[in-house]
């Protein structure tokens, strides 16, 4: 079985290409692609070299992201799910390739134990299940009582979602960006542009909470004065390394927490939340590209700033 793919064959460089797919088993569904999106943070470094790990060597199939319907069911699989809209994070079914998550593909197979039917999301939409169980997982790591002051550093789709789920959990919320057309889209009490003044001069009053999710440590450090004796910093970016004074932490007593990913069933429940219309995230989808331009869209998704989240089109080819 053959399928076109995204291919990061080497640093710097990503290409539409035709691949070769195993063969799938009697668990598996197979899934014709309708839509994707790129991920900023781990496709960022895949294309920059910068996952070492043997299982992500390249070249890989990129991806996490992937919409698409039922094509076929395996023998195992009840015949219901044929046709069904789909969501799938990632597919190991490639002949010589490695997968990372695999999700970039025209077709792609794998167990139905990994696949969430959409069950009333746009399917569009259904490209921000992974991000939003993200954000989720972080706020639910939180324990929120309601009431506390919630400061969010970043608004890229993360920290968008993570601010929209903490108020609906009765956060007090803040969110700090210093891109215009991201805080345009921002849901919360209070929203910062810290391009045209310093944060510390905007809060006057200590936040119980930061959400670290714009992936900078220098934002992160400038933004520890504001924090509240006993507070908690969750760190809901992406980072190589750690790097902050740890003075100001010591002082405040404060408690780090790191989320990795999302915990069983939340992307179910990330589902529901958007479904019933609880959780708004259409304004989140910023841009639209086929995936015969692959290059440009890469280049808008990894380095336009007002690029929140780019939604690849398959059904062009």
Known sequence: M??????????GHVELREVALNRPGPDDLLIETAFTSISAGTERMLLAGQMPHPMLSLPVVPGYETVGRVAEVGA????????QWVYIGGALCYDGLNAAWGGQSQRLFAPQSRTIPLDGVAPEQGVLLALTATALHGIDLLSLQGGERLLVLGQGPVGQLAARLAQRQGAVVTVA????SRLARSVAESV?????????????APVDIIVEASGSMAALAEALPLLNSNGTILLLGYYQTLNLPYMPLFLKQARLLTAKEWAANDLQRSRDLIASGALEVGSLLTHRMPVTQIEAAYETALNDPDCLKLVLEWETL
């Open 2 to 11: 053959r399928s076109q793919a995204v291919v990061i064959s080497e640093p």
């Open 76 to 83: 195992n699989v009840p015949a219901e799910w044929a046709g």
């Open 177 to 180: 960006d210093r891109i215009a």
């Open 192 to 204: 910062i542009n810290v391009s045209a003044q310093p944060l510390n001069e905007q809060i006057t």
